[in-house]
């Protein structure tokens, strides 16, 4: 419906109006409270406000619907619509659908792992973290059961600094003295003093009291030796989404609150402190959208945390078991796995070759934590499935020692996922939604509407895959997606009310170039000829007669209009014959288009039969011709296919149903180049493609028309793959092939031999000739050294 149309109905209709404009009013103020979500911890009268303008908006879109009446289905649209846009901007915090978005997270995470990721994976020499495991394998190897003396830790620490490690960060909690005795705890203190680069875990324990009465609040911290000795410490623990899994990581948290909170850092941050040397004097700064800290400008997720960006599945980090790295000649392992391969182990010709001497740790992090299944310190996560060899799934849990690996190198190399501001998905949701209610006002039928609301869907999920994969952004795909679908449905459903009526007569205008299913279409849908056009993707056909302007001069007037007649009808059949429809004469030349109105994915093919069929019939006119003593006429055609413009042209009351566009000019240049090659069907590369299983073809040439800058690879078609060719014709094309092949690798001499040979066998093919002209010419003034091999044609 025109505007005009639009606002003179909605002005007619003033409860409609009313509804409108008070829609509006409310709509505003409650969707800026809903994008405040900081002020409903503490202000009740924030919370009245938004339920009491939400019901106020729901209301008043819904009396708006009655008011507008089914019939005036454009203004009811933009109410359906309005109320998807509420729906879409406000059910982001629901449970469900939160859960659901959170799955295409994880969707979009195996996804880029999966497609996207080969090139940057994390490798054993670039990563600069590694993880060392307390594994199953550790277990069987050492003296001790787990859990292990303190002192088996201070011998780690003591190799990791032997080795270069940068900082040691060791994910467990030594809450408690070592049960082993005091001097093991002693022994790690003091392997902490040494190496001064050890970061230790702690916890911050919350725990809801019951009964409305807050919060218990708890710091679990490593034992004051570890700590006046220079250990670091920071929390660990599971943050997780409604869901249960692990995507978010917190900076910081803090015990108690306004001006008596005690704040604490994170495991990932505390060891970040450590590589960056950070003083403790540095406090984390938390702005709106970010954190600072250092120099490091941290994306922010949620109040405290951001969301880490996990690099691949579990084992994406190098890994090495706890033994291997304490394995040395002062610590000795059970006798069966007692190797020394920490230092002690050597090649054949006798150099070291441990861990050690392997520059493994060298500058790196290194993170020690526990993977042994019975202690429970695995966690589910964005990317945790993987598959076999076979190809099946296979479900697996992530240590927390190498989430905060993830955690730790999403800072390390700022690769930061960017959570999508509340105002723009607010702002995609109305545009998207919008959209699709313009579209199915305009298409009308619901089946025309469908696929392009398909299409809208398909463009969210491929934007929100594609911004992740290659630029990090998590947008929000459910919200989005469901407003797009309440418009459609919603506006559909009026659709099915009743229909326009609105027909011209248009067989009188029409019938004498476009096929009768053609025009019935267009008498059931006048709109299709209003001025204006649509992009579709089509083939075009220009024909010419071959040197008509020689033949006009040796016929009379009437001689001349009476065989151009015979040809223009008999030209003009075959092409309707195969769905086309004549664009206009020029003279003797033909424009056609296969695929408009009326939508055929087939319309390169048939533009190519039809140009096969043109020419086995001027074989029989031909023969005619002669007979009677008139000329014989031989036409060319270009063909291309491509998006073009498509519609009526001109003015109100003489318009022109035609085609427009740069694909256009092409097939146009296409038809006149066929001179050139001797050939008498020419197509593009894009023709080619679509048809390459049905027509049998040749490459002519890569060309560069006029007008244009970029080449164009071009053939001729032979035959339909249906009918073949003689043995004969197909010897030729081999070693016409052969020739061309050897033309481009500019191997000149014997690309002359292939082109002889195809001459040989079919001794009329003028486009071999031209070769073997070429390459004379080539070997006498060789192209430059950037040749590409385009032929530049100087004329249309």
């Given at each position: 419906m025109?505007?005009?149309?639009?606002f003179?109905?909605?002005?007619?209709?003033?409860?409609?109006?009313?509804?409108l404009i008070?829609?509006?009013?409310v709509f505003?103020?409650n969707?800026l409270?809903?994008l405040?979500p900081?002020m409903?911890d503490?202000?009740?009268l924030f919370?009245l406000?938004n339920?009491?303008?939400?019901?106020?908006?729901?209301?008043?879109?819904?009396l708006?619907?009655?008011?507008?009446g089914?019939?005036?289905?454009?203004?009811s649209?933009v109410?359906?619509?309005l109320l998807?846009?509420?729906f879409g901007?406000?059910l982001v915090?629901?449970?469900?659908?939160e859960?659901?978005?959170l799955k295409t997270?994880?969707?979009r995470?195996?996804?880029?792992?999966?497609?996207?990721?080969?090139?940057?994976?994390?490798?054993s020499?670039d990563s600069?973290i590694?993880i060392?495991?307390i594994?199953d394998?550790?277990?069987?190897?050492?003296?001790e059961?787990?859990?292990w003396?303190r002192?088996?830790y201070a011998?780690f620490?003591?190799?990791?600094?032997?080795a270069?490690a940068?900082?040691v960060?060791?994910?467990?909690v030594f809450d408690?003295?070592d049960?082993n005795?005091t001097?093991?705890?002693d022994?790690l203190a003091?392997?902490i003093?040494?190496c001064q680069n050890?970061?230790?875990?702690?916890k911050?324990?919350?725990?809801?009291?019951g009964?409305g009465?807050?919060q218990s609040e708890?710091?679990v911290?490593?034992?004051?030796?570890?700590?006046n000795?220079?250990?670091?410490w920071g929390?660990?623990g599971v943050?997780?989404?409604?869901?249960g899994?692990?995507?978010?990581?917190l900076?910081?948290?803090?015990?108690?609150?306004?001006?008596?909170?005690q704040?604490?850092y994170s495991?990932a941050i505390?060891v970040l402190?450590k590589?960056?040397?950070?003083p403790?004097?540095v406090?984390?700064?938390?702005a709106e959208?970010?954190?600072?800290f250092?120099?490091k400008i941290?994306?922010?997720?949620?109040?405290?945390?951001?969301l880490?960006?996990?690099?691949?599945?579990?084992?994406t980090?190098?890994?090495k078991?706890f033994?291997?790295?304490v394995?040395d000649?002062?610590?000795?392992l059970k006798p069966?796995?007692?190797?020394d391969s920490?230092?002690?182990?050597?090649d054949?010709?006798?150099?070291?070759i441990?861990?050690?001497?392997?520059?493994?740790?060298?500058?790196?992090?290194?993170?020690l934590g526990?993977?042994m299944e019975?202690?429970?310190?695995?966690?589910?996560?964005?990317i945790?499935?993987?598959?076999?060899a076979?190809?099946q799934k296979?479900?697996?849990?992530m240590p927390?020692?190498e989430?905060?690996?993830?955690a730790?190198n999403?800072i390390l190399t700022?690769?930061?996922i960017?959570?999508q501001?509340d105002?723009?998905?607010?702002?995609?949701?109305?545009?998207?939604s919008f959209l699709?209610?313009?579209?199915?006002?305009?298409?009308?039928?619901?089946?025309l509407?469908f696929p392009v609301?398909?299409l809208?869907?398909?463009a969210?999920t491929v934007?929100?895959?594609?911004l992740?994969a290659f630029?990090?952004l998590?947008?929000?795909?459910v919200?989005p997606?469901?407003?797009i679908?309440?418009?459609?449905?919603?506006n559909?459903?009026?659709?099915?009310?009743?229909?326009?009526k609105?027909?011209a007569?248009?067989?009188?205008a029409?019938?004498?170039?476009?096929?009768?299913?053609?025009?019935?279409?267009?008498?059931?849908?006048p709109?299709?000829l209003?001025l204006?056009g649509e992009?579709r993707?089509?083939?075009?056909?220009f024909?010419?007669?071959a040197?008509?302007?020689?033949?006009s001069e040796?016929l009379t007037?009437?001689e001349?209009?009476?065989?151009l007649n015979?040809?223009l009808?008999?030209m003009t059949?075959i092409?309707?014959?195969y769905?086309?429809?004549?664009?206009?004469y020029?003279?003797?030349a033909?424009?056609a288009e296969f695929?408009?109105?009326?939508q055929?994915?087939l319309h390169a093919q048939?533009?190519c039969?039809?140009?096969i069929?043109m020419?086995?019939?001027?074989v029989?006119m031909r023969v005619k011709?002669k007979k009677?003593?008139?000329p014989?006429m031989?036409a060319?055609?270009?063909i291309?296919?491509g998006q073009v413009?498509?519609?009526?042209m001109g003015?109100e009351?003489?318009?022109?149903?035609?085609?427009?566009?740069?694909?256009?000019n092409?097939?146009s240049?296409?038809e006149g180049?066929?001179?050139e090659?001797?050939s008498?069907i020419m197509?593009s590369?894009w023709t080619?493609?679509l048809?390459?299983?049905?027509?049998?073809?040749r490459e002519?040439?890569?060309?560069?028309?006029k007008?244009k800058?970029k080449?164009?690879?071009?053939?001729e078609?032979i035959?339909?793959?249906s009918?073949?060719i003689t043995?004969?014709?197909?010897?030729?094309l081999?070693?016409?092939?052969?020739?061309?092949a050897?033309?481009r690798?500019?191997?000149?001499?014997?690309a002359?031999?292939?082109?002889?040979s195809a001459?040989?066998s079919?001794p009329?093919?003028?486009t071999?000739?031209?070769?073997?002209?070429?390459?004379?010419?080539?070997k006498?003034?060789p192209p430059p050294?950037?040749?590409?091999g385009?032929?530049?044609?100087?004329?249309k």
């Amino acid at each position: 419906m025109a505007n005009g149309t639009f606002f003179k109905n909605l002005m007619e209709n003033k409860w409609a109006f009313i509804c409108l404009i008070f829609s509006l009013l409310v709509f505003v103020p409650n969707l800026l409270l809903k994008l405040l979500p900081d002020m409903s911890d503490s202000l009740v009268l924030f919370y009245l406000l938004n339920i009491g303008l939400t019901a106020l908006s729901i209301f008043a879109m819904l009396l708006g619907i009655y008011f507008s009446g089914f019939k005036n289905k454009t203004l009811s649209g933009v109410f359906i619509t309005l109320l998807a846009v509420w729906f879409g901007s406000f059910l982001v915090n629901v449970k469900a659908i939160e859960s659901i978005e959170l799955k295409t997270l994880d969707a979009r995470f195996g996804f880029r792992y999966q497609y996207v990721d080969n090139e940057r994976r994390i490798t054993s020499d670039d990563s600069p973290i590694v993880i060392i495991a307390i594994d199953d394998q550790s277990g069987n190897s050492v003296q001790e059961r787990y859990p292990w003396p303190r002192s088996y830790y201070a011998h780690f620490i003591r190799n990791m600094k032997k080795a270069g490690a940068k900082v040691v960060g060791i994910d467990v909690v030594f809450d408690a003295p070592d049960y082993n005795g005091t001097e093991k705890d002693d022994d790690l203190a003091q392997a902490i003093a040494e190496c001064q680069n050890v970061v230790l875990a702690g916890k911050v324990v919350k725990a809801d009291v019951g009964g409305g009465q807050g919060q218990s609040e708890m710091v679990v911290t490593p034992l004051e030796k570890f700590i006046n000795k220079g250990g670091k410490w920071g929390f660990v623990g599971v943050t997780n989404d409604i869901d249960g899994f692990w995507r978010q990581y917190l900076m910081e948290d803090q015990i108690g609150s306004d001006e008596y909170a005690q704040k604490y850092y994170s495991f990932a941050i505390e060891v970040l402190k450590k590589y960056y040397d950070i003083p403790d004097s540095v406090e984390i700064e938390n702005a709106e959208n970010y954190f600072k800290f250092g120099d490091k400008i941290i994306k922010k997720y949620k109040q405290y945390s951001f969301l880490i960006n996990f690099q691949g599945p579990l084992r994406t980090f190098p890994y090495k078991s706890f033994d291997n790295t304490v394995d040395d000649e002062e610590f000795d392992l059970k006798p069966e796995y007692d190797l020394d391969s920490f230092d002690g182990l050597i090649d054949e010709n006798g150099e070291p070759i441990g861990l050690l001497q392997q520059g493994f740790f060298k500058d790196k992090i290194v993170l020690l934590g526990a993977t042994m299944e019975e202690l429970h310190d695995v966690f589910p996560v964005p990317i945790s499935e993987t598959r076999n060899a076979e190809g099946q799934k296979l479900e697996t849990l992530m240590p927390g020692v190498e989430i905060h690996a993830n955690a730790i190198n999403t800072i390390l190399t700022d690769d930061y996922i960017t959570a999508q501001p509340d105002w723009i998905r607010v702002l995609i949701v109305t545009l998207a939604s919008f959209l699709v209610f313009l579209l199915v006002s305009k298409l009308q039928k619901p089946l025309l509407a469908f696929p392009v609301f398909l299409l809208i869907m398909l463009a969210v999920t491929v934007a929100a895959f594609y911004l992740f994969a290659f630029h990090h952004l998590h947008m929000q795909m459910v919200t989005p997606m469901l407003a797009i679908g309440f418009t459609y449905v919603g506006n559909v459903l009026f659709q099915y009310l009743g229909e326009r009526k609105e027909k011209a007569t248009i067989r009188n205008a029409f019938g004498r170039y476009l096929p009768e299913k053609v025009v019935s279409q267009l008498i059931d849908n006048p709109g299709l000829l209003k001025l204006g056009g649509e992009v579709r993707f089509l083939s075009i056909l220009f024909s010419d007669v071959a040197g008509f302007t020689t033949i006009s001069e040796k016929l009379t007037p009437t001689e001349l209009v009476h065989l151009l007649n015979e040809y223009l009808t008999a030209m003009t059949d075959i092409i309707m014959k195969y769905d086309g429809i004549i664009d206009k004469y020029e003279g003797d030349a033909i424009m056609a288009e296969f695929g408009a109105p009326l939508q055929d994915d087939l319309h390169a093919q048939k533009a190519c039969y039809a140009a096969i069929e043109m020419q086995e019939k001027l074989v029989e006119m031909r023969v005619k011709w002669k007979k009677e003593g008139r000329p014989e006429m031989r036409a060319r055609a270009g063909i291309n296919s491509g998006q073009v413009v498509l519609g009526n042209m001109g003015s109100e009351s003489v318009f022109d149903y035609t085609v427009m566009g740069d694909n256009v000019n092409l097939a146009s240049r296409l038809e006149g180049a066929n001179k050139e090659y001797g050939s008498y069907i020419m197509i593009s590369e894009w023709t080619q493609e679509l048809v390459k299983d049905d027509i049998i073809t040749r490459e002519l040439d890569l060309i560069r028309v006029k007008g244009k800058e970029k080449g164009v690879k071009v053939f001729e078609v032979i035959a339909r793959t249906s009918v073949g060719i003689t043995a004969t014709k197909k010897k030729s094309l081999e070693n016409y092939n052969q020739g061309i092949a050897a033309y481009r690798q500019q191997r000149w001499d014997e690309a002359i031999v292939y082109f002889k040979s195809a001459l040989n066998s079919v001794p009329d093919d003028e486009t071999s000739q031209v070769y073997i002209e070429r390459c004379e010419e080539f070997k006498k003034n060789p192209p430059p050294e950037n040749w590409d091999g385009v032929f530049t044609m100087t004329t249309k």
